[in-house]
């Protein structure tokens, strides 16, 4: 059982920073891929961003060239780094754990969720 904490949201302007913090109780260093999604009110959980046991991020195109995706093996732990915010970036944030079995299988843990606000 793999649990997940997450920290750093919280209530900025427009045009501010968050640091989101996703620690793992477990190691992730080698069969873990991290994830943040979000989700707004009234709306589906949407992925944000995403990161392999190698490295290679992905991001939604909402995001791209605002928010940065990062993870320290040696601590477990994944951040997520937003720029820019926008009232829109505005839902509960998750914190992922999705570890993908030979023949596509995926298992999937989420963190309890951890509310960022944009707004004056």
């Known amino acids: 059982q793999v649990q997940l904490v997450e920290s750093g949201g919280g209530l900025v302007q427009p045009g501010g920073s968050l640091r989101l913090s996703c620690a793992a109780s477990?190691?992730?260093?080698?069969?873990?891929?991290m994830g943040w999604y979000r989700q707004a009110p009234g709306k589906q959980r949407e992925l944000v961003a995403t990161i392999t046991t190698s490295g290679i991020t992905t991001y939604a195109n909402s995001v791209k060239g605002r928010f940065t995706i990062s993870r320290d093996n040696a601590k477990n732990t994944v951040y997520l780094q937003m720029n820019s915010l926008k009232p829109e970036d505005t839902a509960v944030y998750y914190c992922?754990?999705?570890?993908?079995?030979?023949?596509?299988?995926?298992?999937?843990?989420w963190g309890q969720g951890t509310q960022v606000t944009a707004s004056s």
């Open positions: 992922n754990a999705a570890r993908i079995f030979v023949g596509g299988n995926v298992q999937n843990y």
């Open positions: 477990v190691s992730i260093a080698s069969i873990y891929t």
